[in-house]
């Protein structure tokens, strides 16, 4: 499907967007079109079930290629969990825990690129492993400043390659980290940080966990590598009101799919919620890990930490603290942070990836396959620990490849 924008120029969005403006802090008003009460006898083309990332490329997509969609979210806000919004104190702020915007897909990018600026911005990270904080992922630079060495680039491969622990199957992320860090480092890093975000140890998770994090020679001291390293310029949830700020697309918040399915009329529908709920438990849930957010607002501090997240493996309840001000670019004479403690209870956040959990996902992806005219996509429906980049394509995909051909 070529990309264009709702026959409406990006030119004329923007302008909107502009009209809109609170003259505070830059956020748009809320769309006029989230209507309270669904006109019922009205059938839609596509419902879709959540208003992230998955729900809001989907409807946007549709949308323009001329289905009228309606999509709900049991949530009061549209974003899912990339939502941001100003905190009392006037920060732009991340609610859900802090989200940031990396990819090597020129897809993706470019998709999203009709919809917002960018501020160019490399997430840096440091953990504090008895009481210092050292670059992380773990480079040159670490393993000197941890060691008392001065290992160039050659010695500093020399160096993992010594201590290193190979293995002849690559099947957890314990193995991931020993084959790549050794013993130590995996102790300083990676065990504890990785017991507190999961509740299991490094031997209980699949290999693609710990595999996100790489390991470096050089000094490069990013948190990603990717080609595209942005941060919407004027934030997420903005960025999403103009995707959905099309006549075809009504977006009906607060509101629970199971409570009102018998009486949204749709031809088809796009599920973007867990998975095992839709099939209500039928094989048994499964798990997920959630977090729990302590935000705290600093006045008169303009800047609380070095750098956008500090990683916290081995002290404390929380995993990492995340200082806003670093990833928005937003000046303020105050700042905000967030402390992430992770959680068996409340909200899934994160799909644990682990042998028996894709075996019973499985089960649910050959239900959702024979459910005619309903399509499971995002982090949570297809069950996979999914960057927001991924959902796009995915739901791109979703949308270009079967949807239109079924409706073709
Ligand atoms: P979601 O954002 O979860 O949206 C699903 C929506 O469905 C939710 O709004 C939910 O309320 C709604 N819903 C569920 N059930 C129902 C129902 N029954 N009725 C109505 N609505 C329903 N990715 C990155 O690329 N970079 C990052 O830095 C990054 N940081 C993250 C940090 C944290 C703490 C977390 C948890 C995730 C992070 N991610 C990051 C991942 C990113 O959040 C996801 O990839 C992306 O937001 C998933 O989009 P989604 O639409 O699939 O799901
Ligand atoms: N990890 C770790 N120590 C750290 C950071 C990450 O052991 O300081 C491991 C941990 O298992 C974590 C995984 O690497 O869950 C992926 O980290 P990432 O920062 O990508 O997680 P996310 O941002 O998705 O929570």
Known sequence: MPLYINGVS?????????????????????QRRYIKGIPLQMQHDFLIVGAGFAGIVC??????????????????????????????????????????FHTNSKRVFAYLSHFTDWRFYEHRVLAEVGGTLYPFPI???????????????????????????????????????????????????????????????????????????????NDDDRYFTDTYQFMPARGYTEMFECMLAHPKIEVELSTDFFAVRT???????????PIDTYFDHRFGCLPYRSLRFEHEHLTNLERYQPVGTVNYPNDHAYTRIT????????????????REYPTCHGEPYYPIPRFDNERLFKRYAALALAES????????????????????????????????????
């Open 10 to 30: 990006l030119p004329a969005r923007r302008a909107t967007q502009e009209t809109n403006k609170h003259a505070e802090h830059g956020r748009p008003e809320r």
């Open 59 to 100: 409807a946007e997509r549709l949308a323009s290629a001329g289905k009228r969609v309606m999509i709900i979210d049991r949530r009061p806000h549209i974003g899912g969990n990339a939502f941001d919004t100003y905190d009392e104190n006037g920060i732009l702020v991340h609610p859900y825990g802090p989200h940031i």
């Open 139 to 217: 480079n040159r630079v670490t393993l000197n400043a941890l060691y008392g060495l001065n290992l160039d680039e050659v010695s500093a491969a020399a160096h993992f390659e010594r201590v290193r622990i190979p293995k002849s199957e690559i099947a957890t992320s314990e193995d991931v980290v020993l084959s790549s860090v050794g013993k130590d480092l995996c102790e300083k890093f990676f065990r504890n940080y990785t017991r507190k975000q999961w509740g299991l140890d490094l031997s209980e998770l699949s290999a693609g966990v710990a595999a996100r994090i790489p390991t470096r020679t």
């Open 263 to 273: 009486s949204l009329p749709a031809k088809q529908i796009i599920y973007t919620g």
């Open 323 to 338: 200082e806003f001000k670093h990833l928005t670019g937003q000046k303020h004479a105050g700042t905000s942070v967030v």
């Open 373 to 408: 005219n309903v399509h499971f996509v995002g982090r949570l429906a297809e069950y996979r620990y999914y960057n927001m980049d991924q959902v796009v394509g995915a739901a791109l995909t979703l949308v270009e490849k079967q949807l239109c051909l079924a409706a073709a």
